[in-house]
């Protein structure tokens, strides 16, 4: 493992201001729903969650873009999301962070990339 100087460091990330950096992956959504298991279900042995609060943030190669953003640098994504519910979402994000999403195409054919995760306390109970 290379170490790097904290002088270094921030040298490196300096010059990383402004850069222009395409990103090319999947535009996913990430979706949280945060709850509490108060019984478990009588069809079958797995607990029953009752959600409580649900967040939604930027996934997969759209993530990589937030962060080149929140680095200084200047992302330029570009990928596909679809004209749904979770789309829409997405978009909303999009005003959220300001970064330049215009590479972006919406497709009605196919769905929006989503990995949603249930978590119970404290504890990663099912990704879907």
């Known amino acids: ?9 921030k040298q490196l990330l300096k010059n990383f201001e402004g850069k222009k950096i395409a990103v ?3 535009m996913m959504l990430d979706c949280y ?3 509490d298991v108060k019984r478990i279900s009588p069809e079958a042995p797995v607990p029953v969650v009752e959600i409580d ?3 939604f943030r930027f996934g997969g190669a759209a993530n990589v873009a937030l962060n080149i953003h929140s680095l ?5 994504p570009l990928g596909i999301i679809g004209n749904d ?3 829409r979402v997405f978009s909303e994000l999009i005003n959220q962070n300001g970064i330049d999403f215009t590479g972006l195409i919406v497709d009605e054919s196919r769905p929006t990339t989503t990995k949603s995760r ?9 990704r879907i």
């Open 1 to 9: 493992m290379m170490n790097i100087s904290k002088t270094r460091f």
């Open 24 to 26: 090319i992956g999947d």
């Open 33 to 35: 729903f945060w709850g």
């Open 53 to 55: 609060d649900e967040f």
């Open 72 to 76: 200084g640098g200047v992302p330029f």
């Open 85 to 87: 519910n979770d789309g």
């Open 118 to 126: 249930v978590i119970a306390g404290n504890q990663h109970i099912v």
